[in-house]
């Protein structure tokens, strides 16, 4: 169908159309592509800008670098330059080695060893200059082969850590090589010029040598002194004693007992002043043995009682019951270590008591015990700012109250000092004007084995009174009493202990000088009143007093105060067990006796070799009362040929003696005794008193050791302890008897 005109222009006209909308819409595209390019085109302007920004920065940032390595490079080599000249200015020497021992550099100190050598030089192996120093008699290598020490050389020199080395040179000098290999091989070598050193040492081995001869020298010199003060001091001393026995007036009797007051007070100076040369010059030296802890204490309150007796005052001793007694250490200086505290108490306390106080922790996996012993007084105290005080040489407190007591100022200075030099420690607590206590710890070992035990008396000794008028004393023996298993009662007077008899009580342990009335009369009374089967143990300072009392019969025992504990137990499983004794007397001596002439008891022999006349009287009067035959002889020949001629039981033996001393002729006598079954007791008597000595004397046969001046009660006792079987005996009134 043919088309319109009209339909033909409508149609043209919706192209038209259709081609103005297409048109519109790129028109629009490219527009919107115009836009995005435009934004990207400021985009990347921007970013290009910024790039232009940051190579700026960089390129500043690089010159930056530039500039700070070349300040860091003109710094190193400042440095370098500065610690080279610092290495060149020191006056040991300083080389470095590379990983191949080849010589990098080194100082001009170093070099100089090698002067006129051109070849030491950076480059050198450390071969070739140990070839230099010995090849060129540098090094001075004594007896040992060149080759042998080149050989020991390298091979410290490959270590990784080489020790240092001393070599000398051949000027004298003495060069300390020290070296440091670091972790890429490379080495550091120091040569250290120790030249002034070793002369410093070589000076003060000079010094060290003749400060030792000095100290041998006044080792000697206080030996010597020893000996020499104390053989007079042995005539003064004895012969006073020997005086006091004489009748004396009031006046007499004064006068003799300041002069052995005087004595026995310069013999504590000399011995203090001995054994504090010995502290100081560390020639004071421990012997450990084993040893009973409880009967040292005991013998050293044995020792003070007369001094405390005498001042009315009262010594208890409050021993642990399960605390082991035996111990291994050096009973000498234990001995004297408790000497010095508890005489101390004593010497400061006026009225009251003293009491040793022992205690300690027993550790079986190390077989030892922490012991902690402490001595209480109601003395006059020591200030708070005074206790360091005392511990110095030679100091006392400068006080009204203590100038009228004397001594060295010693004593506790050696008393810290051997409680230091056992590993332990001494403290005090004090409280002016009502008393002090000094008390140390050591810890030592135990002997091995049994130890004293406590008795099993529960059921044999159930019900015990105690009558003691000293409330520490009797809070002791309650304490003790109970932990046996017994029901304690306290008693302060025999009037409360009548009151607390009973059908059930199985022990009267009494004060013996009771307040109201002594043990013996409240033993008569408790008799009189029907009380005639209970065991009565009476306890006393001075048992001799009450055997000498008929009415002694009347008790079952006597125990001496402070009481042993093996002598109270002794006691009471006597009257556990319902056996009533009186003390066992002494054993007797084990030696054979010599057979009686004629079937008549002969006299004990003694013989005495003493060289001087003064001591020779001592002891010819120290010994006049007892029945002995006595042999006095002025030389160690001489006690020689008494001993064949004289055949005695016993010989005291002086040491020091013309012609032969004592140990010559101690080693002679014991030569004659060889074979025969027979050996004569002999009994040192020396006034040598020096660390060592008795060990000495002891060891070429002599039995016992007394040091002058001599005492009668200690010289009779040893003859005593001494006297054999089929002889009279010793003590006249004992033979009169028999």
Partial sequence: M???????????????????????????????????????????????????????????????????LTIAQAKIEVAERRLWHSIQTIQDGFAFFDGNDHLISANTAYLSVFEGLDEVAPGISYQRILDLLTNEGIIDIG?????????????????????????????????????????????????????????????LQAARKKAEAANRAKSAFLANMSHEIRTPMNGIVGMTDLLSETQLNDEQRLYVDTIRASGEALLVIINDVLDYSKIEADKLVLHPEEFDLERCINEVVMLLQPSARDKGLTLLVDYDLFLPTLFVGDPGRVRQILTNLVGNAVKFTLHGHVLIRVTGVPDESRNDCDIHIAIEDTGIGIPPDKI????????????????????????????????????????????????????????????????????ALADRLKHVIVAEDLAVNRAILTKQLRRLGARVAECATAAEALAAMEDSVDLVLCKHDLPDMDGLQLT????????????????????????????????????????????????????????LTQPKAPAPDP???????????????????????????????????????LKLVANGAEAVSAFVEFDPDLIFMDISMPLMDGKQATQEIRKREIGTGVHVPIVALTAHAMAGDKQNFLAVGLDHYLTKPLQKKIICEMIQRHQPDGVQPVIVDDFAAG
């Fill in 524 to 579: 008569a009374t408790l008799r009189s009143r029907g009380w005639s089967q209970v065991p009565v143990v009476l306890m006393s300072d001075n048992p001799g007093a009450i055997h000498a009392d008929p009415n002694h019969r009347l008790i079952q025992g006597v125990v001496q105060k402070p009481i042993p504990r093996a002598e109270l137990f002794e006691r009471l499983l006597q009257v556990g067990s319902g056996v």
């Fill in 388 to 455: 360091d005080h005392i511990f110095g040489e030679f100091n006392q407190i400068d006080d009204k109250k203590t100038r009228q007591f004397d001594g060295t100022g010693l004593g506790l200075s050696i008393t810290k000092r051997l409680i230091s030099l056992m590993g332990g420690t001494l403290w005090v607590d004090s409280d002016p004007g009502k008393g002090s206590c000094f008390g140390f710890r050591l810890t030592l070992p135990t002997v091995v084995g049994s130890q004293p035990a406590p008795p």
């Fill in 143 to 203: 007896d040992e082969p060149a080759e042998a020490w080149k050989a020991r050389m390298l091979r410290r020199w490959a270590r990784m850590n080489p020790p240092p080395e001393v070599i000398q040179l051949w000027n004298g000098q003495y060069i300390k090589l020290i070296d440091q290999r670091g972790q890429g091989g490379d080495v550091v070598s120091l040569a250290l010029n120790i030249t002034a050193s070793v002369q410093h040492e070589a000076q």
């Fill in 591 to 629: 030696r054979p006796s010599r057979p009686a002439v004629g079937g008549t008891l002969r006299r004990m022999r003694v013989l005495a070799a003493e060289d001087n006349r003064t001591n020779q009287l001592i002891l010819s009067k120290m010994t006049k009362d007892l029945n002995i035959d």
């Fill in 2 to 68: 043919t088309m319109s005109l009209a339909e033909k222009l409508a149609q043209e006209r919706r192209a038209r159309l259709a081609a103005e909308r297409m048109l519109a819409l790129k028109q629009a595209e490219l527009s919107s592509a115009n836009r995005k390019l435009g934004e990207y085109a400021m985009t990347l302007t921007r970013r290009i800008g910024e790039t232009q920004a940051e190579v700026e920065t960089v390129r500043g940032e690089n010159e930056k670098v530039k500039s700070d």
